[in-house]
């Protein structure tokens, strides 16, 4: 296809994917115009003027190199990959966890995309892909919350049907409102009481231990009554156009009680690792809080996505023990989200395979989650600067991608995800880093898992070039 090369990539879409996609083309020498709808126009679930706005949880999930995310952002640190680094800079106690504030994470991708002078930011919904991908290279990065008439774009562009599924985002409370005669601090498995470790030594490790998370005990009639109200509460009316396709990963509370009344305890709301202080033994079931703000005035209710009615959320969750006066500054919302069929239609570039002026980033792709839709956005991004200055025939001045699409190693996460995407799949839907993946370890399969994992990150690092 010919093309009449304009001397910019269009990025559309200013979240995680099109942000570290403008910035990786803009680090490159080539000039960007980002387009993004806010605040001309806002989608249902976001709320802020900043670039890059963090809605469902804010975490970016493990740092460390056993579990898959964990070393997806570690490929991506040594990739300069200007998202990890902000989430990095502004992040929150969690444990092992990579959590951020973020308002601050949001304000500061704002201000480090604005001062960039190769990064053009025009605030205006882009309802016409055909014009630019006819003029010149376009990265597609709108996110699970495409509007309406992109999104009719896209299915015109892509010939095809299948662009929606929906999740849900969890409740923000404030910690001042939080019952702490029930509530404690800790991290799953410091709070156990330890073999041959007395009540006392035990009650008075509990004040040494980080303050990352609050947890909420639940006795067997506290659980099953907060159950019976949950799955009989009013949930929003979705309109005739929202038949849901659920993605396992992010299944609303009240759907997933729906399945049984152990279901909650054998998930988000499992109690091992735990004992209360109150009791000095196993809770029924423990409600987890995960610090949202920098501040830790805020916390969001782990695994708590739901789309109960506002005033349904504050009375059902309201009888979690601890929660009773809980203040809720922010209600769980759910929302639409879309995505195409990678599978069939884009490579392992994230390039669309009938037209390679046109290039799709973030969870639209089929990736699943924060560090996943960063990822998809470096990768997009190097592969529509190859493509750039192939065709206006500009060498890549010191650059390891000279003359060559940029492909990672099916060896690491990075590569795997694209591979994932690109590979034909008539169940495609989105997905999670994780190392199942990876392709397996030649040889006896190694039993302990945390080893096995420690093998394969390693190999993934060892592997990733670009």
């Not at 990890?84 to 500061?108: H, M, N």
């Not at 630019?132 to 709108?142: H, K, L, N, P």
Request: net charge neutral; with cysteine.
């Amino acid at each position: 296809m010919k093309v009449k090369v304009k001397d910019y990539i269009t990025v559309i879409g200013g979240g995680l994917a099109g942000c570290e996609a403008a910035y990786q083309i803009a680090k490159r020498g080539v000039k960007v115009k980002l387009y993004e709808m806010k605040p001309v126009k806002f989608s249902p679930a976001h709320s802020s003027e900043n670039l890059a706005e963090i809605v469902c949880s804010n975490s970016f999930k493990s740092n460390l190199l056993t579990n898959a995310c964990g070393l997806l952002k570690e490929e991506l640190r040594r990739l300069d990959s200007l998202l990890i680094k902000i989430a990095d800079e502004t992040s929150v106690p969690a444990g092992q966890a990579l959590a951020v504030d973020r308002d601050w994470f949001s304000k500061k991708v704002t201000e480090e995309i604005e001062k960039n002078p190769l990064i053009e930011i025009i605030h205006e919904e882009v309802t016409d892909i055909s014009k630019i991908s006819e003029e010149g290279i376009v990265i597609i990065a709108t996110g699970p919350l495409t509007s309406e008439s992109l999104a009719k774009q896209i299915q015109e562009i892509t010939g095809e049907d299948k662009l929606y599924f929906y999740d849900a985002a969890a409740p923000i409370i404030s910690k001042d409102s939080i019952n702490f005669d029930i509530a404690f601090y800790g991290d799953r498995y410091s709070q156990e009481k330890k073999k041959d470790e007395t009540e006392e030594e035990w009650r008075k490790r509990q004040g040494l231990e980080q303050k990352d998370y609050i947890n909420l005990p639940m006795n067997k009639e506290e659980y099953e009554k907060f159950c019976n109200e949950l799955v009989n509460a009013e949930v929003v009316t979705l309109h005739e156009f929202e038949k849901r396709e659920i993605f396992e990963g992010c299944m609303p509370l009240e759907v997933m009680a729906k399945r049984g009344v152990n279901t909650l305890r054998f998930g988000p709301l499992k109690p091992v690792g735990f004992d209360d202080p109150r009791t000095a033994k196993r809770p029924y079931a423990v409600v987890q809080l995960r610090q949202d703000d920098k501040q830790a005035q805020l916390y969001n209710i782990v695994g708590f996505q739901t789309n109960l009615k506002f005033g349904e959320q504050k009375r059902v969750f309201s009888l979690i023990p601890g929660l009773e006066n809980a203040e809720f500054v922010k209600y769980g919302v759910m929302h639409r989200n879309t995505y195409i069929n990678s599978s069939v239609l884009l490579d392992e570039t994230y390039c669309l395979r009938k037209n390679n002026n046109v290039f799709f980033a973030g969870q639209i792709t089929g990736v699943e989650g924060y560090v996943e839709s960063i990822s998809s956005g470096m990768v997009a991004a190097l592969n529509a600067v190859y493509q750039f200055k192939r065709i206006n025939k500009v060498e890549f001045e010191g650059s390891k991608t000279k003359n060559k699409n940029v492909i990672f190693s099916e060896f690491t996460i990075i590569g795997a995800l694209a591979k994932y995407i690109s590979t034909p799949n008539s169940k495609f839907q989105p997905m999670n880093a994780n190392f199942g993946i990876l392709p397996e370890l030649e040889g006896e399969r190694i039993k302990d898992k945390k080893r096995r994992y420690e093998i394969l990150a390693r190999r993934s690092l060892d592997k990733l070039k670009c």
